[in-house]
């Protein structure tokens, strides 16, 4: 038997087994994940809170309690999270927001948030008048193009 073949038969079995490696270990992880999520509904309440601020920093530079750094995986501690200081009652909070709603958190306005423990699941309602979002600017060349013809008076085909 050639030597090419070998390599080439050794390396489809070295691929096989990582592929069945990842399908257990992403079973397991998916499992993991379902029952934080059956935690955090369990716990999740609705609380009223004005957002002071919000910034993703490092964990271990974020302010939270010593119990949260502590619980954390020492490879996680350097990790960027989305944080949110908000003011809940008389109290001024350092809370961890989703990654999924923290783009739509609005800052210094009033909100009603669902909340589990130190964690923003979901930002329910707005007090006053939100920001719209702003329009994303088109990029690449046919924006370009269009941007071009504009300046020149002509108008686009669509």
Known sequence: MPTGWIVT???LVVMIAAFVALYFLGKRAEKRQAEQQAQIEQYKQTVSMLIIDKKKLKLRDAGLPSQVL????????????????AKVGPQVMTLICDDKIFDSVPVKKEVKAV????????????????????QKKKKGFRA???????????????
């Open 9 to 11: 038969i050794v390396i």
């Open 70 to 85: 502590e619980q954390t995986p020492k490879y996680l501690r350097g990790s960027k999270v989305p944080i949110v200081k």
């Open 115 to 134: 909340v589990s423990g130190i964690y923003i699941t979901e930002v329910k309602g707005l007090h006053g008048k939100g920001k719209s979002e702003p």
């Open 144 to 158: 370009f193009v269009e941007k071009m013809q504009e300046k020149a008076g002509a108008t686009s085909v669509k």
